[in-house]
């Protein structure tokens, strides 16, 4: 009924996103750039807050599509992960060959791994939806991986939690705001 009163060829809403329909108002857009800017400039974790349904699942699908082909993308939508499956999780997405079951091996492998990668000038960018369900240590064994570079850090998280997050803290912090909130929406550092 509403298709064809809007004019639309298919449905709008699906309970996965469909990036062909992201608005860009109530600035989302600028959130939008200050991400993709963030990641191609080596900024740093980056934690995007917002309430539920305020679009951080969908900024991540969009983020994904316009990212430039020099950055390897990995969407992890399960927090639940431990510090060990983390490891694990990433190094699957990367396709490393991870036969040695031993944490220490995967480590190595996943630095040695992001090392090359970044001196092929390549970057990898790890989206974590649900951030703030993640624990603790599984954060900080992403933070110490983003680092482990000897010149300059190599793997980027970015972040989706809800507002109400009061962990981790990051270099900067976007906030999208809720579908309610008009054109209320706070970007920059945080």
């Known amino acids: ?56 699942t969908m900024l991540c ?5 316009r990212l430039p082909p020099a950055v390897e993308t990995i969407y992890l939508g399960n927090p639940s992960l431990s510090r060990d499956e983390i490891l694990f999780a990433i190094g699957d997405e ?21 090392i090359r990668l ?4 390549r970057r990898v960018v790890v989206l974590i939806d649900e951030a703030h369900a993640m624990p603790k240590e599984t954060l900080e064994e992403i933070r110490l991986l983003s680092i482990s570079s000897r010149t300059r850090p ?16 990051s270099k900067r912090r976007f906030e999208t705001p809720s579908s309610t909130a008009g054109d209320s929406a706070r970007t920059g550092p945080g």
Request: glycine letters at 8%; proline letters at 6%; charged letters at 25%.
């Open 61 to 65: 699908r969009v983020l994904m599509e």
């Open 1 to 56: 009924m509403y298709l064809d009163h809007f004019g639309l060829k298919e449905a709008p809403f699906r309970i996965t996103p469909h990036t062909d329909f992201f608005f860009q108002g109530a600035n989302r857009g600028a959130t939008l750039e200050a991400l993709l800017y963030a990641i191609t400039h080596d900024e740093g974790i980056v934690k995007v807050s917002g309430e539920v349904g305020s679009g951080k």
């Open 154 to 169: 190599c793997l980027r998280p970015s972040q989706t939690a809800p507002t109400r997050s009061p962990r981790p803290k």
């Open 118 to 121: 970044f001196g092929e000038g």
């Open 94 to 114: 990367l396709k490393l060959d991870m036969q040695d079951k031993r944490t220490t091996r995967v480590l190595r492998a996943l630095q040695e791994h992001l």
